[in-house]
C-alpha cells in the first residue's frame, strides 16, 4: 500500500509525463552529480550553471535566468482562500476551484523530456517540534539545487513523513518561462501551492515566502504561532550575555546587513541565526521564542561588499558541503568571478553584464541586475550562532521593524507598550525595491514587512498579533527604525551598515533598563547623549534632523494610513483605530 507521499508523487507523475522521477536525499555524491548535470544543461538557450574561480569563490556557481524572470511577480501570486474575504485586500484572489482547473491545464504534460525532481525537504530543523514537513514536485535542476542548500533535504524527511498525510505539497514547473502563463497559487486550507511559468527564487523555491511565509503565516493563525518576514539575531555585550531580537524590514532594506553585522562598537558581537524567516512560538515561560525555519541566505547582491557587510562576503568565500549560486550578477572575465555594483570600487574593464552581454562602462546601465542573488548556506556563516539548530529557538527580548523612508520617519523609535507596537509596526510605510516587480521609490504601506506575503486578511493577521500579546508573560520591546533618513541635499544623514550596532546597543539598555526615554508623538524617543557617538563624525545638528517629528509631513503620513486601514473596513481591530485615533488628536487632525 502506497503511503500518501508516494501517492503525491504518483499523481503528480501522472500529470506531468516526465521522461524520469529522481528523489533526492541530500548526499554529497546527489550534489555533485547533479552539478555535473547542470553544466551540461541548457534553459533558454543558455548553460543552467557555469562554474566560477575556485580560487575566489570556492565550489560557486553561476545562473543567468531569462530576462523576463528576474523578481516575485506579485500581481500573478493569488491566495486561493473558499472566499474573497478570507484572502482580504491584501491578497489577489482566485476561487480554488478555478485556479486548480486553471494550474491542471498548464501542469499537464509540462514534464514531457524533462526530469521530475522530488524534494522532500524540512523547514526548521529534523529535531524541532515547530518544524514542518514538506515535498515540492519541479523540472527545474536549478531550483532542486537551491532547495538543497535552502532547506534540510533528505531521506530524514521521509522517515519524518512515514504515513502521514499532514505535510505541505509543493508543485512547480518552469513550463516556457512565458510572462503571460505565469502564476503562483496558494491554498492554505490545503497546504498547497502550484507553480508555474517562473524559475526566480521566490516563486519557484516554494519552501520559502511561499509556504515559510504565506501558507505558513495561516498555519500561525490557525495553530497560535507566527511565521514573520524577519531576521534572527543575537547581540553579545561586553559582559558576554546574548540579547536576541527580531528585525522586520521590506527586502533590500538592509536585512542581511544587520543579521550579519559587525558591530563598530568594541566588546559588542552579533551572532546570525537568520536573514529573512522567523517562526515564532509562545514558549512554556510565557514568553516569545523564535527559530529560522531555512538553512540558508537568498541574498540581494548589489550592495553587498566589505565595507556594507563583511561577514557575508566571507561566508561566500567558505564553501564546503552546498555550493553557492549566483543569480543574474556580471561576470568578470578576466578572472572567472561574479561581479556586481558595491562588490568593489572599480567596474572592471571586461564584464558580462547579467543579460550574456559585453558591458559598456559608459551605459548608465547597472552590470548586474538590482535584484540579483546570491544563494548560499547558513553554515558557511562565521558568525552562525552557536543557537541556530535549537530545537526551542531562542528567546526574544526585542522587536525591530523598519522600512527605507527619505524623511517623516525617525531614525530610531521604542513602542510604550505591546499593542502600541503593534499598531506602529501596522502603519509602517516603506519606498518600493527591484525584489518586486514594478517603479521603484514609491512609498507604500508595508505592515511588519509583511504585505507581500500574509496568506490570510491582514486585518485578521493584525488581530492575531494582538490575541498573542495578550498571552505574553514577558512582551519584547518593540522599536521602529529607518537608516534611510536623507537631508536638504538627498544624503544620508546616518551612517548606517556597522553604526546601526549604537542603535542595538541603546535598545539593550533598554531592554535591561539601563537608560530612559524621552515622549514624542509618536512613541519614546532616546534621552540627550544616550545614544553611543564616540567615534563618529555626527553634528548635533545631524541628531536632531534625525529625529525630527515634522507636523506637516505626519498630516500627509496619517491621510495615506487612514486609507491603507480603509481596505480593511472593520477588520482592522479597534485597538488599532483608536490609536490612530489619538495619533490623529496629537497632530491637530
Not at 516526465?18 to 550534489?31: F, T
Not at 548608465?364 to 552562525?384: D, E, M, Q, W
Not at 507581500?452 to 490575541?467: A, K, R
Not at 545614544?531 to 534632523?545: A, P, S, Y
Request: glycine share 8%; charged share 25%.
Amino acid at each position: 500500500m502506497l503511503t500518501p507521499m508516494e501517492l503525491f508523487v504518483k499523481e503528480m507523475q501522472e500529470l506531468f509525463q516526465p521522461d524520469e522521477v529522481y528523489i533526492m536525499n541530500g548526499s554529497q555524491e546527489e550534489a555533485d552529480r547533479l552539478i555535473g548535470i547542470a553544466q551540461k544543461s541548457k534553459v533558454d538557450g543558455k548553460v543552467v550553471l557555469t562554474k566560477l574561480n575556485d580560487k575566489e569563490y570556492p565550489n560557486s556557481y553561476y545562473h543567468c535566468s531569462n530576462t523576463n524572470d528576474v523578481a516575485r511577480t506579485e500581481h500573478l501570486t493569488f491566495v486561493c482562500t473558499p472566499s474573497k474575504g478570507q484572502a482580504g485586500p491584501n491578497n489577489n484572489w482566485i476561487e480554488p476551484g478555478e485556479a486548480k482547473e486553471k494550474m491542471t491545464e498548464f501542469f499537464k504534460g509540462a514534464m514531457k523530456r524533462r526530469t521530475m525532481y522530488v524534494i522532500p525537504f524540512v523547514m526548521g530543523t529534523f529535531e524541532s517540534k515547530y518544524s514542518k514537513n514538506c515535498v515540492q514536485i519541479t523540472d527545474s535542476i536549478y531550483v532542486a539545487l537551491s532547495m538543497r542548500v535552502m532547506a534540510r533535504v533528505g531521506k530524514q524527511v521521509i522517515k519524518r513523513i512515514g504515513s502521514s498525510s499532514d505535510f505541505f505539497k509543493g508543485i512547480h514547473s518552469i513550463g516556457d518561462v512565458n510572462p503571460d502563463r505565469r502564476y503562483i497559487m496558494h491554498f492554505p486550507q490545503e497546504n498547497l501551492v502550484m507553480s508555474f511559468g517562473s524559475g526566480y527564487g521566490g516563486n519557484a523555491l516554494l519552501g520559502k515566502k511561499c509556504y515559510s511565509l504565506r501558507i505558513a503565516s495561516y498555519l500561525g493563525y490557525k495553530e497560535g504561532w507566527l511565521a514573520e518576514h524577519m531576521i534572527i539575531m543575537g547581540v553579545q555585550s561586553p559582559d558576554g550575555k546574548a540579547t536576541y531580537f527580531l528585525g522586520a524590514f521590506p527586502s533590500a532594506c538592509g536585512k542581511t546587513n544587520l543579521a550579519l553585522l559587525e558591530p563598530v562598537l568594541k566588546g559588542y558581537k552579533v551572532w546570525t541565526l537568520g536573514d529573512d524567516i522567523a517562526w515564532i512560538n509562545i514558549g512554556e515561560d510565557g514568553q516569545l521564542y523564535a527559530i529560522n525555519p531555512e538553512a540558508g541566505f537568498f541574498g540581494v547582491a548589489p550592495g553587498t561588499g566589505l565595507k556594507t557587510n563583511p561577514v557575508m562576503m566571507k561566508t561566500l568565500k567558505n564553501n564546503k558541503f552546498y555550493p553557492t549560486l549566483f543569480t543574474n550578477t556580471a561576470v568578470n572575465n578576466s578572472n572567472n568571478t561574479p561581479w556586481w555594483e558595491g562588490v568593489s570600487d572599480e567596474v572592471p574593464s571586461d564584464l558580462t553584464d547579467w543579460q550574456g552581454q559585453k558591458y559598456d562602462k559608459n551605459s548608465g546601465k547597472p552590470a548586474a541586475h538590482p535584484n540579483s542573488r546570491f544563494t548560499v548556506s547558513i553554515y558557511n556563516c562565521p558568525t552562525l550562532s552557536p543557537e541556530c539548530d535549537n530545537p526551542k529557538g531562542v528567546p526574544i527580548s526585542g522587536i525591530i521593524f523598519g522600512g527605507r523612508r527619505k524623511d517623516t520617519v525617525p531614525l530610531v523609535c521604542e513602542a510604550k507598550d505591546w499593542n502600541s507596537g503593534v499598531f506602529t509596526a501596522s502603519i509602517i510605510g516603506s519606498e518600493t525595491t527591484a525584489a518586486a516587480s514594478g517603479e521603484t521609490g514609491n512609498v507604500r504601506r508595508d505592515p511588519m514587512a509583511m504585505l507581500p506575503f500574509c496568506g490570510y486578511n491582514m486585518g485578521e493577521y493584525f488581530q492575531h498579533w494582538i490575541n498573542i500579546g495578550k498571552k505574553l508573560k514577558k512582551p519584547p520591546k518593540i522599536f521602529m527604525v529607518n537608516w534611510f533618513r536623507k537631508d536638504e541635499v538627498g544624503k544620508f544623514m546616518w551612517p548606517g551598515f556597522r553604526d546601526n550596532s549604537r542603535i542595538i546597543k541603546w535598545m539593550i539598555e533598554r531592554i535591561e533598563g539601563k537608560t530612559g526615554t524621552k515622549e514624542s508623538e509618536i512613541g519614546l524617543f532616546p534621552q540627550d547623549n544616550a545614544i553611543d557617538l564616540n567615534g563618529l563624525n555626527i553634528t548635533k545638528e545631524t541628531m536632531v534632523k534625525l529625529f525630527k517629528v515634522d507636523k506637516e509631513e505626519w498630516k500627509q503620513e496619517i491621510k495615506m494610513i487612514e486609507e491603507f486601514y480603509a481596505k480593511f473596513g472593520d477588520k482592522i481591530p479597534e485597538d488599532l483605530r483608536n490609536h490612530l485615533a489619538e495619533l490623529k488628536i496629537k497632530f491637530g487632525l
